[in-house]
């Protein structure tokens, strides 16, 4: 697997797959062989149909299988081998697939800003303290009292 990471701005990246033909291979043939065991074709036990009936009918189905399984992984272990911190989903672009040939792809990220934390403990801290008098109180209870006049009317 081949990745590399663009910066599109300080919290943007691009992140480019290109997971390798033999890879790709390996995974159309083991989800073909799942579509085999769980295909139920007429004239055929179940998981009996030929592998053939079962890809020609299934072709697209195994085909974004694959891409979601090989996405995922390949996904998961790429940011954590760039220490990418990524926030929210990504946007998947630019997909090039097909047996035999590499299995390329683009993902565009948000990740955490990155910045050196200034020391903030020394720094003095300003707290206002607020005063309750007995006129304040007085509002707040006849305010209430009218609301709850009007409530049951």
């Known amino acids: 697997m081949n990745v590399t990471v663009e910066d599109l701005g ?7 797959f290109e997971i390798d033909p033999p890879a790709v291979d390996e ?3 083991n989800t073909r062989k799942e579509f085999v065991k769980q295909a ?3 004239g055929f036990r179940p998981g009996k149909a030929p592998e ?3 890809v020609k009918k299934y072709e697209k189905e195994i085909e974004e299988e694959v891409k979601r399984k ?4 390949h996904y998961q272990k790429a940011l954590k081998d760039q220490k990418l911190e990524v926030i929210g989903y990504p946007d998947i672009e630019e ?3 097909g047996s035999g040939k590499p299995f390329q792809f683009a993902a565009t990220v948000e ?3 990155q910045f050196e934390m200034p020391e903030y403990r020394s720094l003095p801290a300003k707290r206002d303290i607020a005063r309750v008098t007995e006129a304040d109180v007085d509002n707040a209870l006849r305010a209430l009292r009218c609301s709850r006049r009007n409530s049951t009317k």
């Open 10 to 16: 300080p919290c943007k990246k691009l992140v480019r």
């Open 27 to 29: 995974a159309l043939a």
């Open 95 to 97: 997909i090039q697939f």
């Open 40 to 42: 139920n074709f007429p």
């Open 111 to 113: 990740t955490a800003p």
């Open 70 to 73: 090989l996405m995922g992984e």
């Open 52 to 54: 053939h009936m079962v």
